[in-house]
């Protein structure tokens, strides 16, 4: 009987036979795809850990900015007299306020024309605005009879009506067109000469009134000309007046109804009046807005906390282990987070713990917070929570400003020594000024101010007074475009002018010449250089420049910087520098996430893991690859030999039973 099974020739499979055998070939490829496998999940889980910190990292940076504790509220009990808003810098009070007037722009109305279109004349038109007084307004024409007129001092700017323009839409256009903060405009108030032209100042206040002069036709003067000491041919339909109102019964009187400078960090739009029926204004701590931004602080990290932790658990019912149970790497930044939250904040205020605020650990290791203990703290101690999560500074002088702390500077309270104040360079005169200043004789100065030069010239003339001279040199000064961001005052003593440069330091400095420089400070000036402020901190010689000192390198306190203003030499008391909470992750975070940081690292180790991986595959498929092609030649040439073998024992069958049939 022949040898026999399914196959090509000889009934031989090849196909399962090195199936089989590639099967058993193919084990430590599917071991290292397996490795590999194991190694993507844990570089997602990577990704989902570095997701995680990033956004927690984004809560805890908003609160490292101490302005996010600054939030101030202004409430006013009736808003249809008036809104209100606060800055930071407000300061908490209480206030009653009672609007008798609103400050207004004036309106002025033209004598009708029959047509908008028609010729009316060419010239000039020259506004000047400041303030009317005394005499009387007869309030059926709008004019003004033994009135006076102060100009405000703001300056007349002036508009050109050409013959293109010379008509009631074209005075209109043309004075739009000038932005001369007055806008005309056309009313139809359906009379036989309808057409009347109405100016109204976009500027509110009492020294807003308009004055009007007009040179060229005499038809455009005699239409538009408006003098309120003299001659109106213009209607006055709104009087520019102030906004009047009291503060706690001290009578204000404002330009605008838009007041930012009452109260220091408070605006006011003032809308209605209300005599006798005065509203409150208070002014207090946004704790909500804290209490919000604290508590999303603590969402953050529970989420982040939570994401790291059931990233490493083990399910014992299943058996089963997450993608990063039992890495180190992430392992140590979990307990480093818990480390940071569980250690005091030193040199912050009042508070050092999260505890004294409200803000506590659970058994499940999450954070939670009291809102009642948080708001007491935030309404009796807003600026020691501030200081308890943002960066923050501070000094026991009232003439030093903590400024701000380098990447080196440790947190602490360092104590300030001063041996020199910061100093700006001036410049005093030798001799009483002179008053008359005369066209290119004595009128130019060439100032070289903290090494910028430029040329100036003043004003001809001779002037009231030294003080009038100081001002007309201040003036001309910083008003050149190269000493923009510097700047000069000049002041007077016993008609000795002083010019002195308001930068301080080293970098100070002033020098006069010009065939002026004589007639204003005399033969011999007396020139005083620009001092950097000196002195130590923390007893290491601190480096100075202007009025800030930096604290030393190599010390506890290097790159600290705080502004010395003034005062007296020697001990200044102390500058304390603290890191909250917010800031101290925002930092860890970074140390986590940094181009060389631990999370970037152990990822760039995954991803290397798995490229070598990869590489071991692809080595190991072409080998395998080739062990294929050989085990299948192998077994096709046996089932050749079995086929050959199959027909030579057939061939041998017939001719046996041939023989015993024979025989």
């Known amino acids: 009987m022949g040898i026999s099974s399914v196959g090509i020739g000889s009934g031989l499979d090849v196909n399962s036979i090195v199936t089989q055998l590639m099967s058993v070939e193919n084990q430590p490829l599917t071991l290292l795809q397996n490795k590999e496998a194991t190694y993507q999940a844990q570089l997602s889980a990577l990704g989902q850990v570095k997701s995680a910190l990033s956004t927690f990292q984004s809560a805890a940076g908003s609160l490292s900015d101490p302005t996010q504790f600054a939030a101030v509220k202004a409430t006013v009990g009736d808003s249809g007299v008036l809104t209100a808003s606060a800055s930071s810098s407000a300061a908490p009070g209480s206030y009653a306020l009672e609007v008798t007037q609103l400050a207004q722009a004036q309106k002025l109305v033209s004598a009708g024309q029959a047509s908008t279109t028609t010729a009316i004349g ?18 059926s024409t709008g004019k003004y009879t033994g009135a006076s007129f102060a100009s405000s001092g703001s300056g007349s700017k002036s508009v050109t009506i050409d013959s293109t323009h010379a008509t009631l839409s074209g005075i209109r256009d043309a004075i739009n067109a000038a932005g001369m903060g007055v806008t005309a405009s056309i009313v139809n108030d359906g009379s036989a000469a309808p057409n009347r032209l109405v100016l109204t100042n976009s500027a509110t206040g009492a020294a807003s009134s308009m004055k009007i002069s007009v040179s060229g036709d005499a038809t455009l003067s005699s239409l538009l000309s408006q003098d309120p000491a003299g001659s109106q041919a213009m209607q006055q339909t709104i009087a520019a007046q102030d906004a009047k109102f009291s503060i706690d019964g001290l009578a204000v009187t404002k330009p605008s109804n838009h007041v930012t400078d009452l109260i220091d960090g408070v605006t006011l739009d003032l809308t209605k009046t209300n005599a006798g029926s005065p509203t409150t204004l208070s002014v207090a701590r946004d704790t909500a807005s804290a209490t919000s931004a604290v508590q999303k602080f603590v969402d953050a990290y529970n989420t982040a906390n939570k994401t790291l932790t059931s990233l490493q658990a083990y399910d014992a019912t299943t058996k089963t282990t997450a993608a990063l149970n039992g890495d180190s790497t992430v392992r140590s930044m979990q307990t480093r987070m818990r480390d940071v939250l569980s250690t005091a904040v030193r040199g912050g205020g009042a508070y050092d713990r999260l505890a004294d605020i409200g803000v506590t650990f659970q058994k499940d290791g999450t954070l939670a917070v009291d809102s009642t203990k948080l708001n007491a703290a935030l309404t009796s101690n807003f600026n020691d929570v501030a200081s308890l999560f943002a960066v923050n500074g501070s000094a026991t002088d009232s003439a030093v400003t903590y400024g701000a702390a380098g990447d080196n500077t440790k947190p602490g309270t360092y104590a300030l020594t ?5 100093a700006q360079a001036a410049l005093s005169g030798s001799s009483t000024a002179g008053l008359t200043i005369t066209a290119g004789v004595n009128d130019n100065l060439s100032v070289n101010m ?11 003339g001779t002037y009231a007074s030294t003080d009038a001279l100081a001002l007309e040199v201040q003036a001309e000064i910083n008003g050149n475009s190269a000493f923009s961001g510097a700047g000069v005052e000049v002041s007077q003593s016993n008609g000795v002018l002083s010019i002195t440069s308001r930068q301080y330091g080293s970098a100070s400095s002033i020098a006069i010449g010009g065939n002026g420089a004589q007639t204003l400070l005399g033969s011999s000036p007396i020139s005083s250089a620009g001092l950097d402020v000196a002195g130590s901190i923390d007893g290491a010689a601190a480096t100075g420049s202007g ?14 910087a705080v502004a010395v203003t003034g005062g007296a030499l020697g001990s200044r008391g102390t500058v304390s520098y603290a890191k909250g909470y917010a800031s101290q992750f925002n930092d860890l975070i970074d140390s986590f996430l940094s181009s060389d940081g631990s999370l970037t690292m152990h990822t760039n180790g995954v991803n290397a893991s798995i490229t070598s991986l990869q590489k071991q595959e692809d080595d190991m498929n072409t080998r395998l690859a080739a062990r294929e092609t050989t085990l299948r030649a192998q077994f096709t040439a046996l089932d050749s030999q079995i086929s050959a073998m199959n027909s030579t024992s057939t061939y041998l069958t017939q001719e046996l039973a041939q023989i015993q049939a024979n025989g």
Do not use: R, Y
């Open 418 to 422: 001063v041996t020199q104040l910061a």
């Open 547 to 560: 009025q800030k000192l930096i604290g030393a390198a190599g010390t506890a306190a290097d790159g600290l």
């Open 122 to 139: 060419a010239g000039t038109i020259t506004f000047d605005f400041g303030t009317v007084s005394g005499g009387s307004l007869d309030a």
């Open 450 to 460: 903290n090494g910028t030069s430029a040329s100036i010239t003043l004003k001809p």
